[in-house]
């Protein structure tokens, strides 16, 4: 049951990544910004590279790599959901982080970059632009973090 569970959180994440997505493709075209809050704007922008643009001025190379380490890393994340013996703590981060990373996937085949829409900044300094999918894969990453934290607190006490 906690496999499923693992799939349909994966699904949830990926399928509010694309509709998230596809709004800001709608909404926020030709320069149009969204003031949410004095911190946080919606505002659309794409992203050949990966984490902070990185790469992003490379020659089209990038989209191929990137495209195949997330096929790699979400062959290997199916892999451990369904056969590595783990809690369900760190299955959930398995499923955030392979939900994101099929959303950014989806976007490097279909549009040869990630749509991103989500700015914070403070005054003008700004946090590099983001999306859904990075939410999901900055969660997984964390509740991985807390699932080894209570591994590694469980195995220090026998």
Not at 18 to 30: H, M, V
Not at 86 to 110: E, H, K
Request: glycine share 10%.
């Amino acid at each position: 049951m906690q496999k499923i569970l693992a799939f349909l959180v994966a699904i949830a994440w990926f399928v509010a990544d694309y509709f998230s997505k596809l709004w800001a493709l709608e909404t926020l075209g030709n320069g149009v910004v969204m003031r949410l809050t004095p911190w946080m704007d919606f505002k659309l922008a794409f992203n050949k590279g990966a984490a902070f643009s990185l790469f992003a001025d490379g020659s089209g190379w990038q989209r191929w790599f990137f495209m195949g380490i997330a096929t790699v890393i979400g062959l290997w994340l199916c892999y451990a959901i369904v056969f590595e013996r783990t809690n369900a703590l760190t299955r959930l981060a398995y499923a955030s982080i392979l939900g994101g990373a099929i959303g950014n996937l989806y976007d490097r085949i279909l549009h040869g970059k990630v749509v991103d829409f989500i700015s914070w900044h403070i005054g003008s300094a700004y946090w590099p632009t983001f999306n859904v999918a990075d939410v999901g894969i900055c969660v997984g990453v964390g509740l991985l973090v807390i699932a080894w934290l209570v591994e590694w607190r469980a195995g220090s006490r026998l």
